[in-house]
């Protein structure tokens, strides 16, 4: 039952709230150029910093189609293998948590759009068609998706095809000699785009690692307010072994007793206004380091890790959703849903 | 060098065209304008924020905190399911760390509803005293007591940051119209007054006390609490609304869980949303000379099935010891009922 509710402002959306996006035909087109006005490292953006951004309306909750599906059998003796909630009452994704038809049916009357966020900068150009192909077979199918692909040469970036309802913008970026610079205005950088375009234009932001495959699906159960993924090389070990940033000049620094998981900064995302408190703040603690004459450990991964024990996530994604194929499967992750690439991540970084 | 010539006329001249080119450029500065519209709406957002409830509106800051880690390949419970297939959490003992929980819901203000018609004002006194000693300890609370005999209204020594709030309502003949008429009046005072009182509402039955905790991990948009006499049950066992001509009609096929009638809540639009969906349902029902079986808790069936909650609560948030024996997987007993003679206090 819809209900009006006149006189309640605050996060109940407007029913009518009109969308004026058009569908675009079925295919890859290139951006302008835009011309980036690149600010030096030192100097934020005071303008992005002071905007408060107009994001489309919060939808209040709507109600589910009458249909069958199993009943949820509370008395499980099966004893589940991961665990499925953290301490603060956030879902840990994996399968057989889920009911990925159920899921289907909340989230597609709400007409979403999913944005992608990956960097292709010098030879990870040659990631992206595959990245993309795959993107098409498992990632949100169904749903409206647009990928923004970074990179610091449009040229290079091949054309996929792609199903309907979905588009790739290829937005330049400046280049930087050394690969620790190109990881680190990540954060910089998709702030940044939020605020001048993806912000209108999606509604839940992922940003990804391009040398990546997606194997299995990934759909609307990776949906939430601030999502995280833990990171595979670590999901076994006490939290005094996670690689933290442990200098206490950075402002990315872990003390010995703190932290839940460790967290991979190849797969974060949520809705979009998070994403953007959550990039800035991060763009943030880079510079501090910068001015201090500090890199992080893990660049950064470790302001990553920093801000998501202060700022928990509330939906966590298990390694299925992060996995290094170097790795022997556990039986405990059922189905891998996205992992590296066998690459000479030398070769590419010189 | 003389001061007075320094003003001389180049001087001018440059500042001025120091000041044009500022002009100039606050022209030309694409973003001003925008800046500004959005400043205004800024001051929009922020005062509408005041109303938005933590969940949708921003991720909680939470200080330097220490507590065990928990691990990935050790779950904390593996004798009851501990999320629903849409990611609700169902709240057990031992899946949730209150030390963050209370830091992330540091800062919030939580009504708790309750109605005391007739005889049942005499339920007031334990359940607002257990409720001072084990209901969101720490945060700041409004109970809400609807009454039909504000005199009666004991008084409470309260904690600080805790108020009663006392609030005269009309009583009716038959206890169901009591209890299904709480929809309404929750509907009507959300509107009213909680929207601006409250960030949560928790909906409670009077004949009850509390026996342990009940804090902040019940907090969420929406959540209702599993029926502690059909939590082991298969849903066609479910005491659902059955008549199709009934707006709280479920078939046989349907349905996740049997929730209570008695503890229910969430954010206040959210519970605005369901009380007056619930209160609609019935006065269709009534318009059509059809009562459902359980009254409001078969209506809030209907809705928490075809609207699903972010959060369920387990037997442990409400239970009835004298009806039936505690099963070992309820380790904490934490609101309970209290006994009471049902024809001697209904109906009089």
């Known amino acids: 039952m819809n209900i009006p509710v006149p006189g309640m402002n605050g996060c109940m959306a407007n029913d009518s709230l009109q969308k004026t996006r058009r569908l675009c035909p079925p295919r890859v087109y290139v951006e302008n150029w835009l011309s980036v006005s690149y600010v030096p490292y030192y100097l934020p953006c005071p303008e992005i910093f002071n905007m408060k951004l107009q994001y489309k309306g919060e939808k209040p909750f709507q109600p589910v189609t009458p249909s069958q599906y199993p009943q949820p059998k509370l008395l499980e003796q099966k004893p589940t293998e991961l665990l499925t909630l953290t301490p603060w009452l956030a879902p840990i994704v994996s399968e057989g948590t889920f009911d990925p038809e159920l899921l289907h049916r909340i989230y597609q009357p709400l007409n979403l759009t999913v944005g992608v966020t990956v960097f292709a900068v010098g030879k990870y150009t040659q990631f992206v068609q595959h990245f993309l192909e795959s993107a098409e077979q498992f990632f949100m199918q169904g749903f409206r998706v647009h990928y923004y692909v970074f990179t610091n040469d449009p040229t290079a970036i091949p054309r996929v095809r792609l199903g309907s309802g979905r588009l790739a913008s290829i937005i330049p970026i400046q280049g930087h000699s050394r690969w620790e610079e190109i990881s680190t205005r990540r954060m910089e950088t998709i702030s940044q785009h939020i605020v001048e375009r993806a912000h209108r234009e999606i509604d839940y932001l992922f940003c990804l690692d391009v040398d990546m495959v997606f194997r299995n699906p990934w759909g609307p159960e990776t949906l939430g307010d601030l999502v995280a993924a833990i990171h595979p090389g670590y999901f076994a070990v006490p939290r005094q072994q996670f690689p933290y940033e442990r200098r206490p000049l950075s402002t990315a620094f872990v003390a010995g007793g703190e932290g839940d998981f460790y967290y991979g900064g190849a797969v974060f995302g949520g809705r979009v206004a998070r994403v953007y408190d959550f990039t800035r703040g991060c763009h943030m603690g880079i510079l501090a380091d910068k001015a201090n004459g500090i890199m992080a450990a893990w660049q950064e991964e470790s302001h990553l890790n920093r801000r998501f024990i202060s700022h928990k996530p509330s939906k966590v994604l298990s390694p299925e959703y992060l996995w290094d194929d170097r790795k022997p499967q556990p039986p405990s992750l059922k189905l891998i849903r996205f992992s590296t690439l066998d690459k000479d991540t030398d070769w590419l970084r010189s | 060098m003389d001061p007075r010539e320094f003003w001389g006329k180049s001087t001018k001249f440059w500042l001025c065209l120091i000041l044009l080119f500022a002009v100039l450029l606050g022209f030309y500065s694409q973003d001003t304008h925008s800046v500004v519209l959005q400043r205004m709406q800024l001051e929009k957002k922020e005062s509408s924020e005041r109303d938005c409830h933590l969940d949708t509106c921003r991720i909680p800051e939470v200080p330097r905190l220490v507590y065990p880690k928990a691990q990935l390949l050790k779950p904390t419970r593996v004798d009851v399911l501990v999320m629903t297939p849409w990611f609700a959490p169902i709240i057990w003992d031992g899946t949730f760390d209150s030390a963050i929980l209370d830091a992330q819901f540091r800062n919030i203000t939580v009504g708790l509803t309750v109605f005391a018609i007739k005889k049942y004002v005499v339920f007031l006194k334990l359940f607002l005293e257990t409720a001072e000693k084990h209901f969101m300890v720490g945060h700041k609370v409004n109970y809400y007591v609807f009454t039909d005999q504000p005199a009666n209204v004991p008084q409470i020594p309260l904690q600080e940051g805790r108020q009663v709030v006392v609030l005269e309502v009309r009583n009716y003949k038959r206890w169901q119209d ?73 078939p046989r096929d349907e349905g996740d869980f049997y929730y209570a009638g008695g503890f229910f809540g969430g954010s206040v639009p959210e519970v605005y949303r369901l009380t007056m969906a619930c209160h609609q349902a019935m006065m269709a029902d009534q318009a059509n000379g059809i009562e459902a079986v359980w009254h409001d808790e078969s209506h809030l069936n209907r809705y928490l099935l075809y609207h699903k909650p972010s959060k369920v609560l387990s037997p442990e948030y409400l239970w009835d010891e004298h009806m039936l024996r505690r099963p070992p997987l309820l380790r904490k007993l934490r609101y309970v009922a209290v006994p009471k003679n049902h024809a001697e206090i209904r109906n009089r």
């Open chain 2, 178 to 250: 009591i209890s299904m008429h709480r929809m309404e009046m929750i509907s009507n005072f959300s509107q009213q007054r909680f929207l601006r009182e409250v960030h949560y509402l928790v909906c409670l039955d009077v004949d009850m006390k509390f026996s342990d905790h009940v804090g902040v991990e019940i907090l969420a948009p929406l959540f209702g609490t599993l029926h502690p006499g059909f939590y082991r049950g298969d849903r066609q066992s479910f005491t659902y609304e059955r008549r199709p001509l009934s707006q709280a009609y479920i």
